[in-house]
Nanobody, 116 residues
Framework: VQLVESGGGLVQPGGSLRLSCAASGFTFSRYIMRWYRQAPGKERELVATISSTGGSTTYADSVKGRFTISRDNAKNTVYLQMISLKPEDTAVYYC??????????WGQGTQVTVSS
């Protein structure tokens, strides 16, 4: 099982990034997918969730209207489009896949830094 995030980097405030998470080794289309983030000295925070079909999404209040989670089950990939980035969005972003049976998989994380 692998979840591999990509797309992180350094961006100026107000800028945009799109994170990707490529999955392998499990039946991706059956899993709820989530993006979490963890800033230095803070607890890991749930950012966004998408259902297995992609028909339902939820967001943390701090990112509503700025972040969009999506998935392509044909490509076994989940995305996080981020716009209007703020310095407080700086964190390591993690991809997570979870099944109703209790399976829980994590990626290694990708760093997002928002700074001028």
């Amino acid at each position: 099982v692998q979840l591999v995030e990509s797309g992180g980097g350094l961006v100026q405030p107000g800028g945009s990034l799109r994170l990707s998470c490529a999955a392998s080794g499990f039946t991706f289309s059956r899993y709820i997918m989530r993006w979490y983030r963890q800033a230095p000295g803070k607890e890991r925070e749930l950012v966004a969730t998408i259902s297995s079909t992609g028909g339902s999404t939820t967001y943390a209040d701090s990112v509503k209207g700025r972040f969009t989670i999506s998935r392509d089950n044909a490509k076994n990939t989940v995305y996080l489009q981020m716009i209007s980035l703020k310095p407080e969005d700086t964190a390591v972003y993690y991809c997570n896949g979870a099944s109703w049976a209790g399976d829980d998989y994590w990626g290694q994380g990708t760093q997002v830094t928002v700074s001028s």
